[in-house]
């Protein structure tokens, strides 16, 4: 974190450091750079996808010291000090998929994917928080992301399946 | 964003005479609200006063018979909060309600008040649980009653150099039932009507207190007295529930717009009303039997 209190004039730069998918990041940046803006163009983390840009569609949904957010109805600047994991950072650390994103393959959970940064995060909160969550509890998590080709049964599908891929990887850990 | 010189400040000392010295600034806590309303320039302030990293903000605290929730306790905090589900009822029941989870993990509860949306649940709560709101600015601080707060559309008495500190709820009496129900088009839209109802029970289990308000229905939170008083007195049966209910669709005079229209919306408000106190009558008639 830089310096606080401060003040910092239209149009004026401010410092922030952050750790974003692991990697800390120093470095200064417009007052008024929306976080999603800043995580796209100045850290070149496109997979977080604008939709709306006004807090509706989810689609730019990041997690944030571990919870759910809306990246778009966030200033860059309220993120310093954060800890941050965008969908570059949902993988495996050898490239290989996790298993939610397993599961959500496995389901055919997307069809055009433009909304799926934002469903895999908030699936991969909803599940840190609750690993068993019943159906409905999935539907209520996931309301807040929209997506326009699925009908969304695919896509609780897919949250079900990595629901039982864990559960099989602990059972294998506990035999 | 629209471009806009950005302050932040660590004590509420430091927020309050920044208020002070910069006519239309903007105070940002959760930008929930207000942020959505800058992408779409609805809302350009030439200053944005960013009170996240004020200290002393974030607690839930129990104390004088209710419970006080500081100016930067977010939705999803209050709703997790044990203290808020077991003596701020009406609190709790409102914040699945509200939006998202992703948008109530950033959103303030202080700050839904100021922003006095009325469509939102948190003003119309604020109404029924009779909560007092507390203001600081450079010149001193003061206490606001929540049915002298809201006075129009996205409107409220917080003075432009005033911020708001913090919302009180009085537990509701020992005999009380709540429940806030609404109906809205998707799952975390903008109810097109809601009611919120707080409902207590004498030992001969008629209704001793009532208090019956909505969100969605006029410019402003509203209460509906009337309806409120012909409960008073008696046992909430079917009956007298309905009488209650035709009185609110009676005397609400809701917007008319795209989402439904004002002869519907007062239908709605009517059943509504119905399922809400039915429910909130049920919990309390629990409590007096365990009594």
Do not use: W
């Amino acid at each position: 974190m830089t310096k606080i209190p401060l003040t910092v004039e239209a149009g004026g730069l401010v410092d922030v450091r952050l750790t974003v998918n692991g990697a800390a990041v120093a470095t200064s940046v417009e007052v008024r750079r929306s976080l999603s803006d800043f995580l796209r163009v100045d850290l070149s983390l496109t997979g977080t996808h604008l939709g709306c840009e006004h807090g509706v569609c989810g689609a730019c949904t990041i997690e944030l010291d571990g919870q759910a957010v809306r990246s778009c109805l966030m200033l860059a600047v309220q993120a310093d000090g954060a800890t941050i994991t965008t969908i570059e950072g949902l993988a495996n650390a050898d490239g290989s998929l996790s298993l939610l994103q397993q599961a959500f393959h496995e389901s055919h959970g997307f069809q055009c994917a433009f909304c799926a940064p934002g469903f895999l995060i908030t699936a991969k909160v909803l599940l840190a928080r609750n690993p068993h969550p019943s159906r409905e509890e999935i539907r209520e998590e996931l309301s807040g992301n929209l997506c326009r080709c699925t009908g969304y049964h695919s896509i609780i599908e897919s949250v079900e399946t990595a629901v039982r891929l864990m559960q099989g990887t602990n059972a294998e850990v506990a035999s | 964003m629209p471009t806009f010189t950005y302050h932040r400040p660590t004590t509420v000392a430091e927020a309050v005479a920044l208020l002070a010295e910069h006519e239309g600034a903007k105070v940002l806590a959760g930008g929930q609200s207000l942020l959505p309303l800058m992408a779409l320039r609805l809302s350009q302030p030439e200053h944005l006063i960013d009170i996240g990293r004020v200290v002393g903000l974030a607690d839930i605290t129990v104390a004088d018979g209710g419970v006080t929730i500081g100016a930067l306790v977010r939705h999803a905090t209050a709703e997790d909060s044990a203290i808020v589900a077991e003596h701020a009822p009406l609190v709790a029941a409102a914040m699945p309600l509200i939006g998202h989870r992703a948008i109530r993990n950033r959103g303030t509860v202080c700050g839904s008040l100021a922003h006095a949306d009325p469509a939102a649940e948190m003003p119309t709560v604020a109404l029924v649980a009779n909560a007092r709101l507390t203001a600081q600015s450079v010149r001193g601080t003061r206490t606001i009653d929540a049915a002298d707060f809201f006075d129009g559309y996205l409107s409220s008495v917080l003075e432009p150099d005033e911020l708001l500190l913090a919302a009180y709820f009085p537990t509701p009496e020992t005999r009380s039932g709540t429940a806030v129900v609404e109906l809205s088009r998707r799952y975390g839209d903008y109810a097109l009507v809601g009611v919120a109802v707080e409902a207590q029970l004498a030992d001969d289990g008629t209704v001793c207190a009532a208090g019956l308000a909505y969100f969605g229905a006029a410019s402003t939170p509203i209460r509906v007295a009337d309806a409120e008083a012909s409960l008073l007195g008696r046992v909430p049966t079917a009956d007298v529930i309905a009488e209650a209910a035709a009185i609110v669709a009676d005397r609400l005079d809701p917007p008319d717009d795209n989402h439904a229209s004002r002869a519907y919306r007062k239908h709605l408000a009517g059943v509504l009303t119905r399922r809400a106190i039915t429910e909130a009558a049920s919990k309390a008639a629990m409590k007096v039997q365990v009594r």
